[in-house]
Nanobody
Framework: VQLQASGGGVVQAGGCLRL?????????????MGWYRQAPGKEREFVAA????????YYADSVKGRFTISRDNAKNTVYLQMNSLKHEDTAVYSC?????????????????WGQGTQVTVSS
């Protein structure tokens, strides 16, 4: 499975962006996808995740109420709508996919990772 993230860019604080992550390649039963981010000098942190079947979602407290994760099963694509962006949201955002279980926050539980897309929020 290959994951291609896109949609990053530079935006002013208070603005919005929508990230996309398209999955392609062999269909080995993806059950959930998630978004992580890593800011310079900081560890990678969980942002949001969504179950492929049913659409259950889970968010980090830092983005709850501002970010929305969604998916389009037909397009094998997951989205991250980011509203009310803050300077501290600046990071490289990466998407990931897992083929078993529902441990949305656990990075090691994801089987596939895409390259990151840079999001820069200017204050």
């Amino acid at each position: 499975v290959q994951l291609q993230a896109s949609g990053g860019g530079v935006v002013q604080a208070g603005g919005c962006l929508r990230l996309s992550c398209a999955a392609s390649g062999s269909d080995d039963g993806t059950v959930a996808m998630g978004w992580y981010r890593q800011a310079p000098g900081k560890e990678r942190e969980f942002v949001a995740a969504i179950r492929w079947s049913g659409g259950s979602t889970y968010y980090a407290d830092s983005v709850k109420g501002r970010f929305t994760i969604s998916r389009d099963n037909a397009k094998n694509t997951v989205y991250l709508q980011m509203n009310s962006l803050k300077h501290e949201d600046t990071a490289v955002y990466s998407c990931a996919a897992k083929t078993a279980g529902w441990s949305p926050v656990s990075a090691p539980s994801y089987d596939y990772w895409g390259q990151g897309t840079q999001v820069t929020v200017s204050s």
